[in-house]
């Protein structure tokens, strides 16, 4: 059978409330994303790459 190979790329906006910007900076630092693939009972998947080993979690954009 053959196999194909699809990427998504995704943005979430996260709102918080912070007493000022040190403080929502500190809560982002410490905040990253847990995301899953779950496959449907017919399919089997591989996970050829993904981004996980990056520093993701100090890569937010905090807007005022």
């Known amino acids: ?3 194909f190979t699809g990427s998504m790329s ?3 906006k996260v709102t918080i ?3 000022n910007r ?3 900076e500190s ?3 410490g905040t990253y994303l847990n995301a899953s693939i ?3 009972e017919n399919s089997e998947v591989k996970i050829l790459s993904d ?3 990056l520093d993701i979690e100090y890569n ?3 807007e005022d």
């Open 60 to 62: 937010w954009e905090i």
């Open 10 to 12: 995704i943005t979430f």
């Open 38 to 40: 779950e496959p449907n």
């Open 27 to 29: 809560f982002f630092d």
């Open 22 to 24: 040190k403080e929502a």
């Open 51 to 53: 981004n996980t080993d």
């Open 17 to 19: 409330k912070a007493k």
């Open 1 to 3: 059978m053959p196999e």
